[in-house]
Nanobody
Framework: QVQLVESGGGLVQPGGSLRLSCAAS????????MYWYRQAPGKRELVASV??????NYADSVKGRFTISRDNAKNTVYLQMNNLKPEDTAIYYC??????WGQGTQVTVSS
């Protein structure tokens, strides 16, 4: 069993920044790929991923603005989000390669 707990969401103005965190417990964290997804009404999108070796991938919609990273010593994956836009508004979830999901954290970008 793997538990994932996200934090760091909130309300931010367009152009602002947030950093999301996802703390994992219950498995050997470092070898597994981790993902950030987001869910807006009617749409789920894979935002970014990071492999155990640190290889990253991003959706075209966030390239150059978002950065995914991981700290294996802390069993935590991060999503640094800069230059946020209203269309980034969604519930953000982290996902473990084994198929476990966190509870989600709301990000709202609005003036």
């Amino acid at each position: 069993q793997v538990q994932l707990v996200e934090s760091g969401g909130g309300l931010v103005q367009p152009g602002g920044s947030l950093r999301l965190s996802c703390a994992a417990s219950g498995s050997i964290f470092s070898v597994y790929e981790m993902y950030w997804y987001r869910q807006a009404p009617g749409k789920r999108e894979l935002v970014a991923s990071v492999s155990g070796a640190g290889t990253t991938n991003y959706a075209d919609s966030v390239k150059g603005r978002f950065t995914i990273s991981r700290d294996n010593a802390k069993n935590t994956v991060y999503l640094q989000m800069n230059n946020l836009k209203p269309e980034d508004t969604a519930i953000y979830y982290c996902k473990h390669e084994m198929g476990y999901w966190g509870q989600g954290t709301q990000v709202t970008v609005s003036s």
